[in-house]
């Protein structure tokens, strides 16, 4: 079992940025795919970016994309989440998940067996 720990959370003005880490405890990292999701209030929880034990990155569909990276350091077992060019509608608590199985979707709540406690991220406009 794996236990993660979110931080870097916190209030931006728009524009800003922002980087997460995921930690973790309990088993080696290298061994997991990890994701990010966030929910914002009143929503369903949404998929941000995932990256694979093999380095591959999956990214939301939507603009996130083009101002969020993902990266994992297996050495120090944390996975980031870097935020730039914020906007208020990114505002929401980050989750980070993990999961070793293999061929479950990645991109849904479903994919991933093991959660953080989330960590806020505000972003006033």
């Known amino acids: 079992q794996v236990q993660l720990v979110e931080s870097g959370g916190g209030l931006v003005q728009a524009g800003g940025s922002l980087r997460l880490s995921c930690a973790a405890s309990?088993?080696?990292?290298?061994?997991?795919?990890v994701g990010w999701f966030r929910q914002a209030p009143g929503k369903e929880r949404e998929f941000v970016a995932a990256i694979r034990r093999s380095g591959g990155t999956i990214y939301s569909l939507d603009s996130v994309k083009d101002r969020f990276s993902i990266s994992r350091n297996n050495a120090d077992n944390t996975v980031s989440l870097q935020m730039n060019s914020l906007k208020p509608e990114d505002t929401a608590v980050y989750y980070c998940?993990?999961?070793?199985?293999?061929?479950?979707?990645?991109?849904?709540?479903?994919?991933?067996?093991?959660w953080g406690q989330g960590t806020q991220v505000t972003v006033s406009s």
């Open positions: 998940a993990a999961d070793q199985r293999f061929g479950t979707p990645r991109t849904l709540v479903s994919g991933y067996e093991y």
């Open positions: 309990g088993r080696t990292f290298s061994g997991y795919d």
